[in-house]
């Protein structure tokens, strides 16, 4: 990991190479749909900047800027309107280097900046975040996005994850209907939150998205949360909808057993074992789905996540322009009957996760 000293400097980095990733392809146009109520209209994929941070207690290994700043570039181009962050991706470098890849877009090119608040970190970067809730913090958080970001509002900020300091939701829900309120946000959201959570916040001020988990493999979500949202008017914007790349078609055990020592990867055991084996077992069930519908695998798997009713979009990473070409195709993709029923009997068939295995 990075000592603190080195994390400083390498944050000096966008700003330098900002200007190596030049293209003059034609801008593609995607089809939006409304974020629940908020007034902010998606395209079905966004860009996710968790991987872009580099290496962090949760980091995917090493990455470099240049690359990061090509792929979000290339995600505009492609018709991607969104991009989501947080200050804990990088202990700020992840919302660093997308601020250096927007900065000198014109401003009608430029996609939506959905970031978090919630975890805040110490001076050692090897160390986790701490889930924070507390308004002053919250406070000094919105403005160290707001800074980083290179932003005067932020249009989505999200709790990342409920606190552990003790502050109620009543507190910092409230902090976050007041930063709404006074124009430093545009819309509020939660992640990781549970109905309990989101009735309760509701009862505050409307929650205009929620982002969790859910993909093929975690399919809680379409159980309880995904009704709620959609009966509430609250958009949905899923993440890890390829499992973090297991899901990819790409995958191998091979891959697995050579991942950084960084990779928060290395110690899930989706990536190990005979979970793995099941995984790549029901990748390999999607397959003739992709054949047919002409789309990747990881494609198919995302389609698959945008196929449930409540779901607005889905968050997708990518470390560099190639990864963005392999998985575009969900943004337009829709699957027919016989795709959901094959979809759900290769779910089935992998005994991996719990849910519903059709919409």
Not at 143 to 149: G, I, Y
Not at 207 to 217: H, K, N, R
């Given at each position: 990991m990075l000592r603190a000293d080195k994390l400083r400097d390498r944050a000096q980095k966008p700003a330098s190479v900002a200007a190596l990733w030049q293209s003059t392809a034609v801008k593609t146009t995607l089809p939006v749909h409304d974020l629940g109520s908020s007034g902010i209209s998606i395209t079905r994929v966004g860009f996710g900047a968790?991987?872009?941070?580099?290496?962090?207690?949760?980091?995917?290994?090493?990455?470099?800027?240049?690359?990061?700043?090509?792929?979000?570039?290339?995600?505009?181009?492609?018709g991607i309107n969104w991009i989501d962050t947080a200050p804990a991706y990088g202990l700020g470098h992840s919302e660093e280097v997308v601020a250096a890849a927007l900065r000198d877009l014109p401003e009608q090119d430029r996609p939506y900046v959905f970031t978090k608040a919630g975890l805040v970190w110490a001076d050692d970067p090897n160390s986790q975040p701490s889930r924070i809730g507390s308004p002053a913090s919250l406070r000094r958080e919105v403005?160290?996005?707001?800074?980083?970001?290179e932003r005067d509002r932020i249009d989505l900020y999200q709790m990342h994850w409920p606190p552990q300091d003790g502050t109620s939701l009543e507190e910092y829900w409230s902090t976050f209907a007041d930063l709404k309120a006074e124009g430093k946000v545009q819309a509020?959201?939660?992640?990781?939150?549970?109905?309990?959570?989101?009735?309760?916040?509701?009862?505050i001020s409307h929650?205009?998205?929620?982002?969790?988990?859910?993909?093929?493999?975690n399919r809680t979500a379409a159980a309880d949360v995904l009704p709620w949202c959609e009966a509430n008017g609250t958009g949905v914007i899923v993440y890890s909808p390829m499992a973090s790349g297991l899901l990819s078609g790409r995958w191998s055990e091979e891959r697995s057993a050579s991942l950084d020592a960084g990779d928060w990867r290395r110690?899930?055991?989706?990536?190990?074992?005979?979970?793995?084996?099941?995984?790549?077992?029901?990748?390999?069930?999607?397959?003739?789905?992709?054949?047919?519908q002409n789309a990747s695998v990881g494609s198919v798997a995302i389609a698959w996540t945008l196929a449930f009713p409540g779901v607005t979009g889905a968050i997708v990473g990518a470390r560099d322009p190639e990864q963005i070409d392999g998985w575009?195709?969900?943004?337009?993709?829709?699957?027919?009957?016989?795709?959901?029923?094959?979809?759900?009997?290769?779910?089935?068939?992998?005994?991996l996760g719990a849910g519903p295995t059709r919409p």
């Open positions: 968790w991987a872009i941070g580099g290496e962090w207690a949760f980091g995917w290994g090493p990455q470099d800027d240049a690359l990061s700043i090509a792929a979000i570039r290339h995600a505009i181009e492609s403005e160290a996005s707001l800074r980083r970001l509020i959201g939660l992640s990781n939150h549970k109905v309990r959570q989101l009735e309760e916040a509701e009862a929650v205009d998205s929620l982002q969790p988990p859910f993909s093929p493999i110690s899930n055991p989706n990536f190990s074992g005979e979970k793995l084996k099941a995984g790549l077992a029901l990748a390999d069930g999607l397959r003739p789905i992709a054949e047919r575009i195709a969900a943004a337009t993709l829709t699957l027919d009957d016989r795709d959901i029923e094959e979809a759900s009997g290769a779910i089935e068939s992998s005994g």
